[in-house]
C-alpha cells in the first residue's frame, strides 16, 4: 500500500526543542493525512487534556499523494484536540502549503507545549530555527505573510499563521494558510494562538520519492478539460440557487429554510466578482473564486457556498459584497466562517437585526478582539445561545453547515454521527442527496430507511480521501478503481483503514465523555434512534454510541 514517508518532527515550543522519530509503524498503517494524525494524536495527547493546555499537540501531515502532479491533491491535514468541541478534531485546507511541507521531508510535524514569547518557528529540511515575533502580537494574516517576505523571503503559500482571533483564544479561530485557505473548522487557530506560535514555515528540498500510478495523469486531463462543470465558473456556490430551490439552505438562523434573495448572494452573483482563476497546487480543477468589487474596493476569494449561507442567507443578508467583506474579514482575522457566521446570525436573531451589514462586520472585528459583546460570541453558539436566548444550532457544540437535514436527512444524521461535529465534509452525504450533484449514486432525500449503512461507507471513504490526502470535490473523476490503483491496495483494505480512524476520533472522544446523548439534532427526524442504533451497529460500536475496549481498535497498529 502506498503510504506517506519521513520521520515525525516533534517541535517542543516550550523549550525551543525537536526531536525526530521514526513512524513508519503508523504510516504504512494509516496512508497519510487524517489517518497518521488520528493515530499519532490519539496515542500521544492525553484523554484529558485541556484544548488551550501545553499537553494539547496539533499534528500537521500530508499524505503519499502530495508528490504527484495530479489534480485535487493541493490540500493537507490538521489534527488536535477542539477548543470548540472539546473532541479529537481533524481540519483539511488547500493552497499551496502541501508542497512546501513535504519537501522538508517529515512525514508528519508535531507542536506541542507552550511558549512564553511569541514564536515563529522555521522548519526546513536543513533543520528548525525559533524566532521570537513580539512585534507581530496581534497581526493579521497578511501582515505575518509581508513581514515573513521582508525579513526571511517566504511566501504566504509557505506558512501557517494564527491571527488575531488564534491569539485571543476564540473558540472557532481558524489557521490561515496562503493568504485565504485555512483548517477553519474547530477552531484549531485558537490552540495555535494558546501555543504562543503565531507562524509555521516551510521550506526544503527533500520531497520523499514515492512512485505513483500513471493513471493520475488520467484524473489529472479530465479535470483540465472538463469545462462545462459547474464549480470550474462557480466553485461551491453553484450550488446556492439549488438548494434554495428545493429547501435546503438555512436562512434567518436556522428559523427557515429558504431565501428570497439568494441569486443575490449565489453563483452568478459571486461569478460577476471573480476576475481571475483561482486553485490549489497542482489542480486544474481550479474551482477557488478570487473575487473583486470594483466599486467598494473589497477584495477576497470567495465566498464560498457556506460563508453564503453563513454570513448570507442565515444573517438575513442579500448583497453579495458585504458577504465577500465578512469573508474577508474572517481570512484576515482568522476565523471559521461557518461558526462566526452562524454565531453572528444569532446575534442578529436575538436582537432582530437580521440584514444589518454593518453591525455584521463591527461583530465580526469584536469577536476576534474579543471586545464588549464580541467576547460572548467568541465563545461559539453552544457556550452563547442560553444568554442571547436562541436555540442551541450546533452538533457537539459545532456550529452547523449549511445543506439543512431537515430537507436532506440522511446530511441530518450524518451532522449526528460525525464525530466532528455539524460539519458538511464528514461524511458530506448531502451530494448523495442533491441528484444535481451526483447523479449516478443519488438517494432520495427524504427518510432514513437504507441510509446507515452509506453514511459509514461515506465517512469511511472520506477518512481515506482525507488520509490520501484527495480534495472532495474530486467526486465526479475518483472512482473506487482509481482509488484503489492510485494507493496500490485494495478497496477494502483502505475501507477497514478508514473505520480504524473513525472509531480512533470516537474512542479518544468517549474517553472525554462523549456517548449516544452527543450524537443528537436540534430537530426530529423520523426513524432517528433506530437508525441511530443501526448506525452503531454496522460500525460494531455499542448501543450507546461507545467502542468496546475490545473491538481491537485501540491497540491495532
Ligand atoms: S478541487 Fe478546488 S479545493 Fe479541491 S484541490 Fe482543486 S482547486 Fe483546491
Not at 522555521?122 to 496581534?138: C, K, N, S
Not at 456556490?237 to 431565501?259: I, K, M, R
Request: proline share 4%.
Amino acid at each position: 500500500m502506498l503510504h506517506t514517508a519521513g520521520p515525525l518532527l516533534t517541535v517542543d515550543v516550550a523549550e525551543k526543542e525537536t526531536h525526530t522519530e521514526n513512524i513508519d509503524d503508523v504510516l504504512s498503517s494509516f496512508v497519510g493525512g487524517r489517518g497518521v494524525a488520528t493515530k499519532l494524536a490519539h496515542d500521544r495527547i492525553p484523554f484529558d487534556a485541556d484544548p488551550f493546555g501545553p499537553e494539547n499537540s496539533l499534528f500537521f501531515t500530508t499524505g503519499p499523494l502530495q508528490v504527484s502532479n495530479m489534480s485535487f491533491t493541493g490540500r493537507m491535514n490538521c489534527t488536535g484536540v477542539s477548543p470548540l468541541t472539546d473532541g479529537l478534531l481533524s481540519s483539511n485546507a488547500g493552497g499551496f502549503l502541501s508542497r512546501h511541507f513535504g519537501a522538508t521531508g517529515y512525514g508528519a510535524v508535531e507542536l506541542t507545549g507552550r511558549s512564553d514569547d511569541l514564536l515563529a518557528i522555521h522548519v526546513t529540511d536543513d533543520g528548525i530555527e525559533f524566532e521570537e515575533v513580539p512585534e507581530l502580537a496581534g497581526a493579521t494574516t497578511s501582515e505575518v505573510g509581508e513581514y515573513m517576505a521582508e525579513n526571511h523571503e517566504l511566501g504566504d503559500e509557505q506558512l501557517l499563521v494564527s491571527g488575531p482571533a488564534g491569539e485571543n483564544r476564540v473558540r472557532f479561530a481558524s489557521i490561515m494558510t496562503t493568504e485565504h485557505r485555512a483548517f477553519g473548522r474547530g477552531g484549531l487557530g485558537a490552540v495555535m494562538g494558546a501555543k504562543n506560535v503565531k507562524c509555521v514555515s516551510f521550506a526544503g528540498d527533500s520531497a520523499p520519492d514515492i512512485d505513483i500510478d500513471p493513471i493520475q495523469m488520467d484524473v489529472h486531463r479530465e479535470a483540465a478539460t472538463a469545462d462545462d462543470h459547474p464549480m470550474k465558473s462557480a466553485g461551491t456556490t453553484s450550488v446556492t440557487e439549488y438548494a434554495n430551490h428545493v429547501s435546503a439552505l438555512p436562512s434567518y438562523y436556522f428559523s427557515e429554510l429558504e431565501f428570497e434573495g439568494a441569486s443575490d448572494i449565489g453563483g452568478d452573483a459571486v461569478s460577476d466578482k471573480k476576475y481571475k482563476k483561482g486553485t490549489c497546487s497542482q489542480c486544474a480543477f481550479a474551482c477557488k473564486l478570487p473575487t473583486k468589487d470594483e466599486e467598494t474596493g473589497v477584495e477576497t476569494e470567495g465566498p464560498e457556498y457556506e460563508t453564503v449561507m453563513a454570513f448570507g442567507s442565515n444573517a438575513g443578508v442579500d448583497d453579495v459584497v458585504s458577504v465577500m467583506k465578512s469573508n474577508d474579514l474572517c481570512d484576515e482575522l482568522g476565523m471559521d466562517t461557518i461558526s462566526c457566521g452562524d454565531v453572528v446570525s444569532a446575534y442578529l436573531a436575538a436582537n432582530d437585526e437580521f440584514g444589518n451589514s454593518d453591525l455584521i462586520h463591527d461583530l465580526v472585528e469584536k469577536i476576534a478582539h474579543r471586545e464588549d459583546e464580541g467576547d460572548l460570541l467568541a465563545e461559539g453558539v453552544h457556550r452563547a445561545a442560553d444568554e442571547l436566548g436562541v436555540e442551541d444550532w450546533t452538533v457537539k457544540g459545532l456550529e452547523f453547515a449549511a445543506h439543512d437535514g431537515r430537507t436532506l436527512n440522511g446530511q441530518g444524521l450524518a451532522f449526528a454521527t460525525s464525530n466532528r461535529g455539524a460539519d458538511h465534509m464528514y461524511a458530506e452525504f448531502y451530494s448523495k442527496e442533491y441528484p444535481l450533484v451526483s447523479k449516478d449514486e443519488a438517494v432520495d432525500p427524504t427518510g432514513l430507511e437504507g441510509k446507515p449503512p452509506l453514511i459509514v461507507e461515506k465517512e469511511n471513504y472520506n477518512a481515506i480521501l482525507d488520509s490520501g490526502v484527495v480534495c472532495k470535490f474530486s467526486r465526479d473523476f475518483m472512482t473506487e478503481e482509481r482509488l484503489e490503483t492510485l494507493l496500490d491496495t485494495d478497496y477494502d483494505e483502505l475501507m477497514e483503514i478508514g473505520a480504524r480512524v473513525v472509531a480512533l476520533e470516537r474512542h479518544f472522544n468517549n474517553e472525554r465523555g462523549f456517548d449516544r446523548e452527543d450524537d443528537t439534532l436540534p430537530y426530529d427526524l423520523p426513524d432517528f434512534e433506530r437508525a441511530l442504533s443501526e448506525y452503531y451497529e454496522i460500525r460494531g460500536w455499542d448501543d450507546d454510541g461507545t467502542v468496546p475496549e475490545d473491538s481491537g481498535v485501540v491497540s491495532a497498529d
